[in-house]
């Protein structure tokens, strides 16, 4: 597979905070307050950019959007093969 046919495009691995926004129905900064408070998952740092991983997202919002230590914990235990 050459580097313009990748599996996933990179431009949809990673979402910055405004498409975090539009598919939360948040707004930016109630996101930014969110993210300082741990609220929602870590975002990964690049530089000083802040992307979230669309795919990590998406199952957060599938178990109902919890806490950000509490996403923690399930994401750990689901690698180690715990029950939630």
């Known amino acids: 597979m050459s ?3 990748s599996a996933v495009p990179l431009e949809t691995a ?3 905070i405004k498409t975090l926004s539009a598919a ?3 707004s ?3 996101l930014e307050r969110d993210d300082h408070a741990g609220r929602i998952p870590k975002p990964v740092r690049i530089g000083r950019s802040k992307r979230w991983r669309r795919s990590e997202i998406s ?3 599938e178990v109902s959007c ?3 230590a509490e996403w ?3 994401r750990a235990a689901q690698r180690h093969g715990r029950p939630r």
């Open 59 to 61: 199952a957060w919002i």
């Open 66 to 68: 919890p806490p950000r």
């Open 14 to 16: 990673l979402i910055d």
């Open 28 to 30: 930016v900064p109630t």
């Open 3 to 5: 580097v313009t046919q």
């Open 72 to 74: 923690e914990a399930m």
């Open 24 to 26: 939360t129905g948040r």
